[in-house]
């Protein structure tokens, strides 16, 4: 048993497993390790050894499996075991076109509405993001970068949107950390300082075509990524056949 739940000492753990909320516990500590990479595509996953490590049965871990297979981020085959999905660069294309749509729609709604408070907000996160790649963290800069993102849909209170970005999201976190590099960081800082420029500026025409402009070169390079390592992917070998050219336009 030690040895089982040495093997997954990285889960966070909840200090005390509320009754009637394991499972939700077990799949949100696992979803953690799965997005952001603790648990690599491919990884065999070992339900004893989850089981150990959490001191639950195997029912919770059982249905953590079978939520995180919606989510697509579990494969799960009978009698054969269960593994962490490879990431399918179809599924990431699809949903940063459905993004880019809502994005740049949103912003186009946005401009002429705001106010200092979301200025304020922007401008703050582009200091935290600044603050977080300059020592190199790039874990805090991601869920910052998320969150540059949410801070124009909560001024809108476009909840229902949001739930559209947020339902693929945990795939699409899953592919832009196989591409963080200090490199990367320095690109979103540059490419978020653009976006924010338009909407300061009132210029919708300037903030659609940065924001359309940042999701495309995160794309790009992950068609890159994707040609280089595609053994990490679903579909590496479709990607590496690819023309190279972007479909969105």
């Known amino acids: 048993m030690n040895n089982h739940t040495s093997s997954y000492s990285f889960l966070t753990r909840p200090a005390t497993l509320a009754r009637g909320n394991v499972t939700a516990e077990v799949t949100q500590a696992l979803r953690q390790a799965i997005v952001t990479l603790a648990l690599p595509p491919g990884t065999v996953l070992d339900k004893a050894g989850i089981c150990a490590h959490f001191e639950v049965s195997r029912f919770p871990v059982s249905e953590a499996f079978a939520r995180l297979a919606e989510e ?3 494969d799960i085959a009978p009698q054969r075991g269960s593994t962490v999905s490879l990431v399918r660069i179809a599924d990431v294309r699809e949903y940063m076109l459905i993004r880019k749509g809502l994005e740049s729609e949103a912003l186009r709604v946005l401009i002429g509405r705001h106010d200092a408070e979301l200025i304020a907000a922007l ?6 993001q600044r603050a977080a790649a300059a020592r190199d963290d790039s874990e805090t800069f991601h869920q910052i970068d998320i969150d540059f993102h949410d801070i124009i849909f909560r ?3 476009m909840t229902k949107v949001k739930a559209i970005i947020d339902k693929a999201r945990a795939n699409l976190d899953r592919a832009r950390r196989l591409i963080i590099t200090p490199r990367r960081l320095a690109l979103t800082i540059a490419e978020h300082q653009a976006i924010l420029d338009g909407i ?3 210029d ?3 903030a659609i075509a940065a924001i359309r402009a940042h999701i ?5 390079e992950l068609f890159a990524f994707a040609r280089e390592h595609p053994h990490m992917f679903a579909d590496g070998a479709e990607v590496a056949l690819d023309d190279g050219d972007f479909p969105f336009g």
Do not use: F, H
């Open 155 to 157: 001024s809108m209170r």
């Open 200 to 202: 300061v500026a009132g």
């Open 216 to 220: 495309d070169a995160v794309m790009v």
């Open 204 to 206: 919708t025409p300037q």
């Open 123 to 128: 401008q703050a996160n582009m200091a935290d």
């Open 72 to 74: 697509g981020l579990v």
